[in-house]
C-alpha cells in the first residue's frame, strides 16, 4: 500500500504571497490531519478533515485554512504569508480513531 | 488539556544496547491513545508503536516496546538493541478523547547512537 504523499517538498515564497499544500491519504484512510513544525514552536496541530469536513482546528489564524476532496485528498491554504510561516508541514492520515501515519512533509520556506 | 513531558532533550547509547526514552502525559481523559514516532533528518515522521489507555497488555512491535504505566501516567519507549539507524528525533504524542484524531506532541528526544 503507497503511504501518504506530500506536494510540493519544498517550495520558496515569499512574504505575502500565498501558497497551497497538497496531501494524499494512504488508500482507504478518510481523516487527514495536518501540523506545523517549526524549531521554536515545535510540533501543533493545524486541522483535521473527515469526509470532506472539518471536525477540528488548532490555534492557528484565520491565514490557514484547509479543504478535503471526495476522495479524502487535502490541501492547505496560508494566503498572505509571514516569516514565522516558514515550517515543515506535515501532513498526517488515519482510518477513523485508528493509528496516525504521517507523509514526508512540505518545507516551506518564506524569505 | 492534555500534555506531554519529555525531559530527555538527548540521549546517547552504544551500538547493541537498549535505551529508555521517557514520556509522562497529563490529561483527564479516560480514553485516549499514545504514539511514539521516529522523526530522522529528513524530517518524516516515522510511526513506531501505538498504545491505547484500555490496553492491558505493554505494547511492542519488533525492537520497540511501550513501558505502559498508567497510574504514573507514563510511556516510556524502551529500543533494544540499538543500530546506527536509531539515530534520530523521538516524539511521544498523545490522542485524548474517542475520535478526535490531534495529536499533541512532546518537544523530543534526540537519539544517538554510536558505534
Known amino acids: 500500500k503507497a503511504g501518504v504523499t506530500q506536494t510540493p517538498r519544498y517550495l520558496i515564497k515569499t512574504r505575502g504571497q500565498q501558497v497551497t499544500l497538497s496531501c494524499s491519504p494512504i488508500?482507504?484512510?478518510?481523516?487527514v490531519s495536518w501540523y506545523q513544525q517549526t524549531p521554536g514552536q515545535g510540533l501543533q496541530f493545524l486541522f483535521e478533515?473527515?469526509?470532506?469536513?472539518?471536525?477540528n482546528k488548532g490555534n492557528f489564524p484565520g491565514r490557514f485554512s484547509g479543504r478535503q476532496f471526495s476522495n479524502s485528498r487535502s490541501e492547505m491554504n496560508v494566503s498572505t504569508l509571514e516569516l514565522g510561516d516558514s515550517a515543515l508541514y506535515l501532513c498526517?492520515?488515519?482510518?477513523?480513531?485508528?493509528?496516525?501515519?504521517f507523509g514526508p512533509g512540505t518545507r516551506l520556506t518564506v524569505l | 488539556a492534555q500534555k506531554i513531558t519529555q525531559t530527555q532533550p538527548g540521549m546517547f547509547v552504544q551500538e547493541k544496547e537498549a535505551v529508555t526514552l521517557d514520556c509522562t502525559y497529563d490529561?483527564?481523559?479516560?480514553?485516549?491513545?499514545l504514539f511514539w514516532y521516529k522523526q530522522p533528518s529528513s524530517g518524516e515522521m516515522i510511526f513506531l508503536i501505538y498504545?491505547?489507555?484500555?490496553?492491558?497488555q505493554n505494547a511492542t512491535e519488533g525492537r520497540y516496546s511501550l513501558n505502559f504505566q498508567k497510574a504514573r501516567k507514563s510511556a516510556n519507549l524502551v529500543i533494544s538493541a540499538s543500530q546506527l539507524g536509531d539515530s534520530a528525533m523521538y516524539f511521544c504524542?498523545?490522542?485524548?478523547?474517542?475520535?478526535?484524531?490531534?495529536?499533541?506532541f512532546g518537544t523530543g528526544t534526540r537519539l544517538l547512537v554510536s558505534p
Open positions: 478533515y473527515f469526509s470532506e469536513t472539518q471536525r
Open positions: 490529561t483527564s481523559d479516560q480514553s485516549y491513545g
Open positions: 488508500s482507504g484512510h478518510r481523516s
Open positions: 498504545q491505547g489507555s484500555y490496553d492491558e
Open positions: 498526517a492520515s488515519s482510518i477513523l480513531a485508528g493509528k496516525q501515519f
Open positions: 504524542a498523545m490522542r485524548a478523547g474517542a475520535g478526535f484524531q490531534k495529536l499533541v
